[in-house]
């Protein structure tokens, strides 16, 4: 299986702030993977696909890089709205696998 | 607008059973490919399955946690995925969704969820 380690697991932040996650792969996945959103008690939200795609509807502050095993996504100019915990995804193989989630908090 | 709805989430005993159903509506849903993922409380994502449009056979493929136990299902006609769960464990208890798979793989319409309570 494929293991994607994300780092770092909480980020502390403000509004305005430029925040960056990182998500490395176990293996080489090429560009095989997503960024999702999630805040409390609702469904995820796909941001960013192959790995630097931006999601139609997804406000161009949020970016996302990498290649291969080492992936970033980027928050510029951090919002309110922006607070949230962040996964990544690979599709390269089965089984599907995510990494542990960032949570960005005030 | 791209809908997924999903049911029968529930309370279920160890051992026990339960069908959770996703409904869509908003694209062709012979064209996708449909999972399941779950997120236990406090927890986080956790691919489940996945059931393939019929340009491959319906064929599917399972976590290793879930294999032999759960088994995935579509129903053409009604736009629908359902997720059949036997032999279910307290380590089942989770948030169980409906996912999209977009023609490049990845993930991207997600349905509200329905929770699974695996308990005595």
């Known amino acids: 299986d494929i293991q994607l380690t994300q780092s770092p697991s909480f980020v502390s932040a403000s509004v305005g702030d430029r925040v960056t996650i990182t998500c490395r792969a176990s293996q080489g996945i090429a560009s095989s993977l997503a960024w999702c959103q999630q805040k409390p008690g609702k469904a995820p939200k796909l941001l960013i696909y192959?790995?630097?795609t931006l999601q139609s509807g997804v406000p161009p502050r949020f970016s996302g890089s990498g290649f291969g095993t080492e992936f970033t996504l980027t928050i510029n100019s951090l919002q309110p709205e922006d607070f949230a915990t962040y996964y990544c995804q690979q599709h390269s193989s089965y089984p599907l696998t995510f990494g542990g989630g960032t949570k960005v908090e005030i | 607008e791209v809908q997924l709805v999903e049911s029968g989430g529930g309370l279920a005993q160890p051992g026990g059973s339960l069908r959770l159903s996703c409904t869509v509506s908003g694209f062709t849903f012979s064209d996708h490919h449909m999972d399941w993922v779950r997120q236990a409380p406090g927890m986080g994502l956790e691919w489940v399955g996945r059931?393939?449009?019929?340009?491959?056979?319906?064929?599917?493929e399972y976590a290793a946690s879930v294999k032999g136990r759960f088994m995935l299902s579509r129903d053409e006609s009604q736009s629908s995925v359902y997720l059949h769960m036997h032999s279910l464990r307290t380590e089942d208890t989770a948030m169980y969704y409906c996912?999209?798979?977009?023609?490049?793989?990845?993930?991207?319409?997600w349905g509200q969820g329905t929770r699974v309570t695996v308990s005595s």
């Open positions: 059931t393939k449009k019929k340009a491959n056979s319906y064929s599917t």
């Open positions: 996912v999209r798979v977009s023609s490049d793989y990845y993930h991207d319409f």
């Open positions: 192959a790995a630097s």
